[in-house]
């Protein structure tokens, strides 16, 4: 069984992420064979918040180039966990 830390990567640092968290909504790297419940089970565990959704997409990787080789970054996948108004990450907030 994957654990909740495997679920959750890391926290998507841009700006567009921070707008999304002034209405709610943290957006998170998680693992590829992760779903929309076991996401939501995670952050619910590991942040002690009710997540009400949570949208998961597929961002495709960038072509590189290394010299004379043409490759590709890795795919990766997003999810978008939205709060309820009264319910905030603390980590995310810097407390």
């Known amino acids: ?3 909740y830390e495997d679920i959750l990567l890391e926290p998507v640092l841009s700006e567009k992420a ?10 998170f790297k ?3 064979s992760a779903n929309k419940l076991q996401i939501k089970e995670a952050v619910r565990k590991l ?13 495709g990787g960038k072509p590189k180039r290394q010299r004379y080789k043409k490759g590709y970054t890795s795919d990766w ?11 905030k990450i603390t980590i995310f907030e810097g407390v």
Do not use: W
Not at 50 to 59: A, G, L, Q, W, Y
């Open 18 to 27: 921070n707008h999304l968290r002034e209405e709610g909504k943290y957006v």
């Open 30 to 32: 998680v693992a590829m």
């Open 1 to 3: 069984m994957i654990q």
């Open 77 to 87: 996948k997003k999810a978008i966990v939205r709060l309820p108004k009264d319910e």
């Open 47 to 59: 942040f002690n918040v009710n997540p009400i959704s949570c949208t998961v997409m597929v961002v």
